[in-house]
């Protein structure tokens, strides 16, 4: 099963030339989730070749225009490209009020049903669920309410031990139940015993999402031992004291975090437009946590 997540933006507050504020694209299982909706979005979708009418279901982490400013852009389009089928937001309460007043403005009656659901940012809770994946809220402390989001993958089927099959003549049409892991009595009495034909799954991957935020123990315990961790990173650690006033952290304290939730990989992203070129933020991070990445756009990392 896919599970990878492209970057479609990583700059904090302002684009600079040759890098945009916030989005992320989502792919498990071939469907879609965009995370944070920054000004540009369509023009990064367009620029890597995504299809933005794939993506079903849109996370807003919280009311900061560097995440999403480029919505009511990416709901227009979709609108006059002939879109029927639902979208889903997750998002705080105030942007249906804020979407709904551009809409009113600019006499757009869409063609297609919005379906919301709220984000809480005082709790962690289960906001989503289907086949493939759940979806955590990760408390976040931030100037606003501000709210990060765990992907994790649900159990895999089991696995088919094709080449015994076969040799043993099972039935084809058993396979899907040998997936599910069940044991089959055969009607001659024979008896087809799962373990024999199936080995176990991969165990389900996570995929957290922290950005904007201080670094804060409150978030930890729903990101330990996260497969991924995206963590903002606005600013070297010697402007830890404007991280604080600011509430962002320091490529540091990203990997201190990474650290202590015992993540396996780190993403960092969110980077002060003060910052020319990323190195010295990837070095410091990496002094502190090896396995670190920079979140640079059009970049997809399997997760
Ligand atoms: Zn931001
Ligand atoms: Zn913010």
New binding site residues.
Partial sequence: MTFEVTILGSSSATPIFNRNPTSQLLNCNEKFYLIDCAEGTQQQLIKFGLKASKIDYVFIS?L?G??YFGLIGLLSSLHLNGRIKPLHIFCPQALQEILELQFKHSDTHLKYELIYTFTDATKSEVIFENNDVTVETIVLN??IP?TGFKFTEKKRLRKLLIDKLEQDQVPVELYPLLKRGVDLDLPNGDVIKNLDYTTDSAEPKSYAYCS?TLMDEVYFETIKGCDTLYHEATFLHEMLERAKETHHTTALQAAEVANIVGAKHLLIGHFSSRYKTLVELLDEAKSVFTNTDLAIEGITFKI
């Fill in positions: 919280h900061h560097d995440h931030h100037r501000c904007d």
